[in-house]
C-alpha cells in the first residue's frame, strides 16, 4: 500500500513537480509559484498558491481597469458563462479564479494541470472583451 494513501496531498509539492515535469518556467516563493502563459497574442501572469490539499489558480490579465464599474459588469457577464471558476477584479486587474481541492496523488498533478489549463482557455477566449472593459467599453457578444 502506498504510504501516501492516509495522508493529505500536498499540492505545493505536486504543483512543484508537475511544473518541473512539463518544463514550465517558473518561480516557486513559499507555497506559491507563479509563471507566464501565452497563446496567440496574449501573454499574461499566473499565480498558484498552494495549501495543505488546496490549488487555488489565479490568471491575471495584464491591462488596468480604469472604469471599474464596467469591468465589474464585464465580470458577472462572464461569470454566468464561465463552467468552474469565476472573474473579479483585484488592484485594478481583471482575475480569473479557479481552484483544485486535491483528494488523491494518483490523480493530483492531473487535476492541477486540467485547473491551470482551464483558465488557460478562459482568459483568452474573453482577451478582447477583457482589454475593451478595462478602457471602459462593454462589447457586444460577450454574454
Request: charged share 30%; with cysteine.
Amino acid at each position: 500500500m502506498d504510504p501516501r494513501f492516509n495522508v493529505p496531498v500536498d499540492a505545493a509539492g505536486e504543483m512543484r513537480a508537475l511544473l518541473e515535469r512539463t518544463g514550465a518556467d517558473f518561480r516557486e516563493e513559499g507555497g506559491q509559484f507563479r509563471l507566464t502563459l501565452a497563446q496567440g497574442g496574449c501573454r499574461w501572469q499566473v499565480l498558484c498558491r498552494c495549501r495543505e490539499s488546496l490549488a487555488m489558480v489565479y490568471h491575471i490579465h495584464p491591462a488596468r481597469v480604469r472604469d471599474p464599474e464596467k469591468a465589474l459588469e464585464l465580470c458577472s457577464r462572464l461569470n454566468g458563462r464561465v463552467v468552474r471558476g469565476s472573474f473579479f477584479l483585484q488592484e485594478e486587474r481583471f482575475i480569473f479564479r479557479d481552484s483544485a481541492e486535491l483528494t488523491e496523488y494518483v490523480t493530483a498533478q492531473e487535476e492541477l494541470a486540467r485547473t491551470v489549463e482551464y483558465g488557460g482557455a478562459v482568459l483568452p477566449r474573453f482577451w478582447e472583451a477583457l482589454t475593451a472593459a478595462a478602457d471602459g467599453i462593454l462589447l457586444l457578444g460577450t454574454e
